[in-house]
């Protein structure tokens, strides 16, 4: 399995390649949304989190958590990081073939995201122990 990461200054436009995808035969396990997400009341360190950063580190954590658990990230994140600073999306997609690759580069080409990693392996979605 491979996974890559789209960034969207828009969350309506990331919303609807992640719909797409899903439409497309892709499951909602293998296409993940991340938005700017506000922090909730019932959180101390989410609400502290939000008054800092405006909600930048738990949204960076939901995004790349699994990887830094992982030990390291494979990518340049700095473009996803600042598309949800800005208050944007990304789009995480796991694809299991060839021709998954190419439906969901298809989508996400005309869906003109403002940055697409390349495709990585994530031992961890691919089923390999942590």
Do not use: K
Not at 104 to 121: G, I, L, R
Request: hydrophobic share 45%.
């Amino acid at each position: 399995m491979t996974t890559a990461l789209f960034a969207f200054d828009g969350s309506d436009t990331a919303r609807r390649a992640a719909a797409e995808l899903q439409r497309g035969g892709l499951s909602p396990e293998s296409v993940r949304l991340q938005l700017h997400a506000r922090a909730s009341e019932s959180s101390t360190v989410a609400a502290v989190d939000e008054q800092v950063s405006g909600g930048l580190l738990s949204n960076l954590y939901g995004l790349f958590g699994e990887m830094l658990e992982w030990g390291s990230v494979p990518i340049e994140t700095s473009p996803y990081a600042a598309a949800l600073r800005r208050g944007g999306a990304v789009v995480s997609v796991d694809a299991d073939s060839d021709a998954q690759r190419a439906q969901v580069e298809a989508v996400m080409a005309e869906a003109h995201p403002t940055a697409a990693s390349e495709w990585f392996e994530f031992p961890h979605r691919a089923g390999t122990p942590a």
